[in-house]
């Protein structure tokens, strides 16, 4: 055990000792199983690999052996059951098993504690992991060494960055990071910021100080000091700014939705008309516009300038989410053109940067402490005015949350191995890579672009030769409909690879390829369009 209990020998116990070397020889052993379950098969690309994606939960629970119980299990075991998670969501069709070392004894691990070879496969059906290089699904992909590094550190450490006192070097390397970000941003007057639990979450401290900004008394008197107010977004926006407005008591029915064009980017002069419209009927847009820099669905950036001429003229404030990382490239930055002129960024560096999830960074331009102002409860036990030193460093009152790990240490390990010129090229090998697949869907029979790519979101229809012949019409859009959903389906029976599909408005489902990660190759986009005309031919 990693746990023992000293006794005093008046039968007194003294509370649980730690056996190091036995936790040390654990923490070896899960590391071995780490690097070659998740790392070196997560990322093979000739690996083919299993999850239990399709079986039901109540069979899943049977086979995880999920019930905590009062006496602990052996440390073989517990390591089996961290192969066992692993394994589980993401399985190599390869059978082995291993000898691991632990605490001096050689055991045999085998598949699963308890289950079988043939338990194994039959619950089993094949999905691509995040890490593989054939991984097209999400708006973040590959394998990160360095913020995985990261990772394992803090984990082990354990640290909590509202206090320089708890999380002294973290806390600077947090403000290192943000200073950085905000630099990039082009904000030549500083800013400040936080990083937090993701993008969604940015976008709901967006949303609050925002309003705090225009209802300062809302934080002690509540709803009942404001005035009805109304969040202005795109059609194309992500569905967080709906669940801040419901989380912060706004309510959804004032979220007034802002037309797009064709190619998903806000029309700035339909956002002034749903200003004047909300004013109209005596509501107050009191602050909030949410400009999308590469929309979740079509890689669309709204146009940022044009938006912030309409923000200034109504002083509204204006926040920007998802594609800072193209700030990082003199070839794409034009991409943000105006971006220094928003109040607020959400930018997530585990999307085209890698870092490993989750990273995320709220930005905002204010230099008078307002997210501080707007967040603070000044507790007491932590937030002590006196303290020797700078407490401008104890951060953690800006924040919702009390304990925060230091995800920016991820960004900061990774900046500093990297440097800002391989940053780029990663953005720019990752946009060119998307560049590429379109070109190659325009030369190829059956597949269609739904429209030119902006980022890294190419989205398409593959049409089986069933259908070639049917010209444009209902009866095509029907069928067509149809297609990528059975091509998913076996996709992921496969294992060969991942792609996502959608309907968007009124158009029938649709390949969303995203090609995030600098880390494929021009092999593994030209195997991804083969395998969609193997798998989906004879539809």
């Given at each position: ?8 020998l ?6 649980p000792?730690?056996?190091v ?5 654990f923490?070896?052993s ?64 390869k059978?082995y ?49 360095y ?10 450490l ?9 999380a ?47 209802c ?30 419901a ?36 509501a ?21 300038e ?13 926040h920007a ?13 034009h ?5 220094h002129?928003v109040?607020?960024v959400?930018w ?16 905002v331009?204010?230099k008078?402490?307002?997210l ?18 700078d ?8 924040s919702v949350?009390?304990s ?39 030369k190829?029979?059956?597949?269609r ?8 979101n ?24 149809t ?21 968007h408005?009124d ?12 880390q ?20």
């Amino acid at each position: 055990m990693l746990f023992t209990m000293e006794t005093h020998l008046n039968g007194d116990t003294c509370g649980p000792t730690v056996d190091v070397h036995a936790a040390e020889t654990f923490i070896q052993s899960a590391m071995e199983i780490i690097l070659d379950e998740a790392v070196k098969r997560g990322t093979n690309v000739r690996e083919k690999v299993k999850s239990v994606s399709g079986t039901p939960p109540e069979q899943l629970k049977e086979l995880l052996d999920l019930e905590l119980k009062d006496e602990g299990e052996s440390e073989s075991k517990i390591l089996q059951r961290c192969r066992d998670a692993i394994r589980y969501s993401v399985k190599s069709r390869k059978k082995y098993s291993t000898v691991s070392k632990f605490c001096g004894q050689e055991r045999t691990v085998f598949k699963g504690v308890g289950v079988s070879d043939t338990d194994y496969d039959k619950h089993l059906f094949s999905v691509i992991p995040v890490a593989h290089p054939r991984f097209f699904n999400q708006l973040y992909a590959g394998l990160e060494p360095y913020s995985m590094v990261a990772s394992f550190i803090t984990e082990a450490l354990k640290p909590s960055v509202y206090t320089y006192e708890v999380a002294p070097v973290f806390t600077l390397m947090e403000n290192a990071v943000l200073r950085k970000m905000i630099e990039v941003v082009g904000w030549k007057e500083g800013g400040d910021g936080i990083f937090n639990a993701g993008g969604s979450m940015s976008n709901m401290y967006a949303v609050n100080l925002a309003r705090y900004r225009h209802c300062p008394d809302i934080k002690e008197a509540g709803l009942s000091a404001a005035p009805r107010l109304v969040i202005l977004t795109s059609q194309e926006c992500h569905y967080s700014i709906s669940k801040a407005a419901a989380l912060l008591g706004i309510g959804t029915k004032n979220v007034y939705v802002v037309p797009s064009d064709k190619r998903g980017k806000m029309i700035p002069s339909a956002l002034e008309e749903q200003i004047k419209t909300a004013k109209n009927e005596g509501a107050v847009p009191f602050m909030y516009v949410n400009a999308t820099a590469g929309t979740t669905v079509l890689g669309a950036f709204d146009p940022i300038e044009e938006i912030a001429d309409i923000c200034e003229k109504y002083n509204l404030w204006l926040h920007a989410c998802w594609g800072g990382a193209a700030l990082m490239s003199q070839k794409h930055k034009h991409l943000l053109k105006g971006i220094h002129r928003v109040d607020s960024v959400a930018w997530n560096p585990h999307k085209m940067l890698m870092v490993c999830l989750q990273c995320s960074a709220f930005l905002v331009r204010d230099k008078t402490s307002l997210l501080q102002r707007c967040h603070s409860a000044r507790a007491s036990y932590l937030f002590q005015q006196d303290k020797f030193y700078d407490v401008s460093y104890d951060t953690g009152d800006k924040s919702v949350q009390c304990s925060r790990k230091p995800d920016a240490f991820k960004l900061w390990l990774m900046w500093k191995a990297l440097g800002t010129r391989e940053l780029e090229q990663r953005v720019d090998r990752a946009l060119a890579m998307a560049r590429y697949v379109a070109e190659e869907i325009k030369k190829r029979e059956g597949f269609r672009l739904l429209m030119e790519p902006e980022y890294a979101n190419v989205c398409f229809w593959y049409i089986p030769p069933s259908l070639r012949k049917l010209p444009d019409g209902p009866e095509l859009w029907k069928k067509l409909h149809t297609v990528a959903p059975m091509v998913k389906e076996r996709m992921m029976k496969k294992g060969s690879m991942m792609v996502s599909y959608q309907t968007h408005r009124d158009k029938p489902n649709f390949f969303r390829m995203v090609v995030i990660s600098p880390q494929i190759s021009t092999a593994d986009l030209d195997f991804a369009l083969d395998e969609i005309h193997n798998l989906g031919r004879d539809l």
